[in-house]
């Protein structure tokens, strides 16, 4: 970490060589690094990736090997707070778009004083169920949240993520016969 942190600080490029999960190989990048960031207890290299000319995220923990180069590149304005607002993890690869979220009266409880995002607002109680409003990226990392209250949350809005949330639950039954 310590050698990414003066990598960041005075603009030099890193090479990594990095595993994917979804990879067999590892594969060797030229990035530029811009920041770290902590989601669900794993840690994340923000930067530009070179070949691709595109801004990506590497987890740490799959960083095999790291290099600084001698190659310096122009400070790169990226504010992380901003970028990742409507994020619920490190992904922000579907737009944002507004999400309903109705919970038991049970869990409502618990999602009240553990919100979900920073966005969360109550937009409606009776004594069987809230409904809570957020702004986020529908993604991967808020699907497998939404999921794991099971029985105790239901997608509204977007029909696309309600959608999403079904076809997987339908997958996991599948599983089950």
Known sequence: MHDILYAIENNFEIQIKHQSYWKDNPEVRIIQPIAIKESQNRWYLICIDISKKAFRNFGLDRIQKLEILNQKFKPIEFDITTYYQNAFGIETYEPAVKIILNFNNDQSKY?????????????????????????MHPTNDLIMEIMKYGDSVKVEKPLSLKEDVRNRIINTLNLYN
Do not use: A, G, R, V
């Open 111 to 135: 999602i009240k004083s553990l919100p979900l995002h920073t966005s969360q607002k109550i937009i409606f109680e009776n004594k069987d169920w809230c409904q809570f409003e957020y702004y």
